[in-house]
């Protein structure tokens, strides 16, 4: 069974804190993303990476970072947290195109509170 | 234009109903394309993936029609178990690059 593991279910965090936000997968998949989730917005893609240390902005990258030293690793950075990033961020892995299932898993999700 | 557009909803329809969704998507050169169900303050997880000739599992059935671009989700006999969020995903970007649809909330009812 494919494992992706987020590090905080909830996190509370004061604005303009630097926060950090890890996720680790278990299955060797080349492909990792950092989406966030509102209502009546859906998932938005904020960055991937398909390599070690390769990373491309999504859709809504301002604010954030990410870095990816490990295969199995994806952190997410919010440099100085915002009250416009309170959200639930998901994490998800997926095998590389070309590959037999290209289907993405998620991590359970972590809710971020900034006040 | 969004990426990928679905209806939001919400489809509110009796147990046993038949409820199809439709999700639309603008790129051409999308390559593969999924449906997800997010139960409320859960993650998603993977319903099925959809294949161009069409495919089926149980009382789900996927369509592709990549001439219109468009992708379908048709659930039978439908069950209290089935109200959720499903999400329709598109992979794009040379391949790498998942991108979700706002979901389709549905509720199934007694």
């Known amino acids: 069974d494919v494992k992706v593991t987020q590090s905080s279910r909830y996190l509370v965090k004061r604005t303009g804190e630097k926060v950090f936000l890890e996720c680790v997968q278990d299955?060797?998949?080349?492909?990792m993303f950092w989406y966030r989730q509102d209502p009546g917005l859906g998932l938005r893609l904020i960055y991937f990476s398909y390599d070690v240390k390769m990373k491309e902005k999504g859709d809504i990258p301002e604010g954030y970072s990410v870095s990816r030293e490990k295969k199995e690793r994806f952190s997410l950075i919010l440099e100085s947290a915002s009250t416009n990033q309170t959200s639930m961020y998901l994490c998800?892995?997926?095998?590389?195109?070309?590959?037999?299932?290209?289907?993405?898993?998620f991590g359970q999700g972590t809710r971020l509170t900034v006040v | 234009r969004k990426e990928v557009e679905q209806d939001p909803g919400p489809f509110n329809v009796p147990e046993g109903a038949t409820v199809a969704f439709n999700c639309t998507y603008s790129?051409?050169?999308?390559?593969?394309f999924f449906w997800y169900r997010q139960d409320c303050r859960k993650e998603p997880k993977l319903l099925m993936s959809?294949?161009?000739s069409g495919n089926e599992d149980g009382r789900f059935t996927a369509q592709l029609n990549r001439a219109s671009q468009y992708i379908s989700l048709l659930i039978r006999d439908s069950k209290l178990s089935d109200s959720a969020t499903y999400l329709c995903v598109v992979l794009t970007g040379g391949g790498n690059k998942l991108t979700f649809g706002t979901g389709t909330q549905l509720k199934v009812e007694l």
């Open positions: 790129n051409s050169a999308s390559q593969s």
């Open positions: 299955m060797d998949h080349e492909n």
């Open positions: 998800a892995s997926s095998a590389p195109r070309g590959s037999k299932n290209t289907e993405a898993f």
């Open positions: 959809v294949y161009s």
